[in-house]
């Protein structure tokens, strides 16, 4: 199991899902971020003094399934609603496209391909046509209606890399991670269905609660994760993130494949072509240091 968005992503969820996510900046930054405050009704406790929720039985029993289930998991497919709420702007963005996920059967590498084909906001609804491919080594950025292509080599030579661990890759999908690793970097409880939102008519699931322990890179990035799987394939059909800064992103999947036969025309969407650069604006870089 592993969580990051659909979604870090897929990593914020889908943080890796915002333009640009784990991209180079075109544009400098007006003022250098600040760090994310706690909310202010939130007084956060030494380590030390932290209450420790206990496991119970059914997210022992969960956690244990999901981790199980995922060990012969080599494909899957998805539509994907991806929404994006900003806590001080109250503006909300609503993405759908579809998505592919695939373990290479010798290699192991993990790749997998994002369409987004629409994006609603304040209730106007207009065409997208943005891809974000990662092929095991390099991610993807590719903008068709722009004519922007933007490829990063995310991985160093002679790695590997889970895209969708949460910490790990740029696109968070809870998928794959061993329960002991979750339990070390998080508090897990269960999770309740949300009673508003995107993820509100979410049926015959189980939800996990995550949130992080104080000291880990996780804690810097948001304040609480929700899972929710679908309950015969033990996949992730629903995840909601709170950032450190109150923002939330919500991912809900539907029309689930698990282990389906790729056709060779999913199989191209996973390749990363470079573009013509005579009709597209390209930016290529290299993992720092050269091969």
Known sequence: MAVKLIFTM??????????GAAMPQTQPAATAPQPPQAPPDVA????????????????????????????????????VMYEKEDAMLGRK???????IYRVDPQSKEKSFAIFFDFTIVNGRKRPENKRY???????????????????REI???????????LGEGPFPLPIGQPKAEVLARFDV????????????????VDGL??????????????????LFYDRELLLPVGIHLVDGNGDQKSIKMTDMRRNPTLTEAELAKLNIQD????????????????Q
């Open 10 to 19: 897929l990593i914020g969820l889908f943080q890796g899902c915002q333009p």
């Open 93 to 99: 963005e609503l993405r759908t496209g579809d998505l």
């Open 275 to 290: 573009p013509d650069p005579r009709e597209w604006r390209i930016d290529i870089r290299p993992w720092p240091g050269g």
């Open 44 to 79: 956060p406790a030494p380590p030390g003094d932290a209450p420790k929720p206990e496991l119970s039985d059914k997210v022992n029993r969960l956690l244990e399934q999901l981790e199980k289930n995922a060990k012969d998991l080599n494909a899957f497919t998805a539509k």
């Open 155 to 165: 991985v160093p030579p002679g790695k590997q890399l889970d895209p969708l661990k």
């Open 133 to 151: 491919v990662f092929n095991g080594r390099w991610l993807a950025e590719i903008d068709d209606k722009e004519k922007q292509f933007i490829k």
């Open 189 to 204: 409880t269960a999770a309740e269905l949300p009673q508003q939102g995107l993820l509100k008519d979410l049926q015959n």
């Open 209 to 226: 609660l995550l949130v992080p322990k104080p000291g880990t890179q996780e804690a810097k990035d948001f304040i609480k994760v929700e």
